[in-house]
C-alpha cells in the first residue's frame, strides 16, 4: 500500500504561512537533494484547494531542473468542494471534500510510489483522523515568527512517534513523525 506523507515547513515557534519569506536563506545542497529524494519518493501530490491555487501560479512556468520537472509531470488530486476545474497545472483531478476519506483510501490502495502533501491544515487532519496519513515530515526552521497560521489547528490531538530527525547544516532540523494515536475531536 502507498504511503502518504505529509512534508512542511515549520518555523521554531510552529507557524507554516509564507514559508518563502523565512525559508529561502537556509537551503542548501544537502537539504535540496533530500527535499528532491523525496519528491521523488512519489508520483502523486494531495492539496487543498487554497494551497493548489497557489502552487498552479507557479509550478507549470518551472522547468529544466528534475525538481520541477517530477513534480510538474505526476498526478495533482486537489480535495475542494467548491472547485469546478483544475486544469491550471497538468495531471490534476479534483476530489470532492465529501469524497475524500473514500477516494484517498482508494488512491492509497492503488499501486504506485508515495502520494505527498504540501503542508498542513484540514486536510491532513482529516486524514490523520481516518488513520490514513502515514507520516509527517517537518522541517523547522530556525525562525521565530511570533504570528501567522499555526503548524497544527487548534483541536486537533494526537500522540505522534518520532521515527526520524536530519539536522541540515544552516540549522534547519526535519523531524519525520507517525500518527500513533488520534486523541482528541478534529
Not at 475524500?100 to 484540514?122: A, F, H, S, Y
Request: charged share 20%; proline share 4%.
Amino acid at each position: 500500500m502507498r504511503k502518504i506523507i505529509a512534508s512542511t515547513y515549520a518555523t521554531l515557534d510552529g507557524f507554516q504561512d509564507n514559508p518563502h519569506l523565512w525559508s529561502m536563506s537556509y537551503s542548501d545542497a544537502e537539504a535540496q537533494s533530500y527535499a528532491l529524494n523525496l519528491a521523488l519518493s512519489g508520483d502523486a501530490i494531495l492539496l487543498g484547494r487554497v494551497t493548489y491555487e497557489g502552487m498552479a501560479q507557479a509550478w507549470p512556468a518551472m522547468a529544466g531542473n528534475p525538481y520541477a520537472d517530477h513534480v510538474n509531470s505526476i498526478a495533482k488530486y486537489v480535495v475542494s468542494s467548491t472547485l469546478e476545474k483544475a486544469d491550471e497545472w497538468n495531471n490534476s483531478t479534483i476530489i470532492h471534500g465529501d469524497d475524500l476519506v473514500t477516494e484517498v483510501g482508494r488512491l492509497k490502495r492503488q499501486p504506485g510510489k508515495n502520494i505527498l502533501i504540501w503542508g498542513c491544515g484540514r486536510l491532513t487532519d482529516t486524514l490523520m483522523e481516518h488513520g490514513l496519513l502515514d507520516e509527517y515530515r517537518i522541517w523547522i526552521y530556525p525562525v521565530i515568527k511570533g504570528e501567522g497560521q499555526r503548524l497544527f489547528r487548534e483541536g486537533v490531538a494526537a500522540t505522534l512517534e518520532l521515527t526520524d530527525s536530519t539536522i541540515f547544516s544552516p540549522g534547519v532540523v526535519l523531524l519525520t513523525y507517525r500518527p500513533a494515536n488520534v486523541i482528541g475531536a478534529m
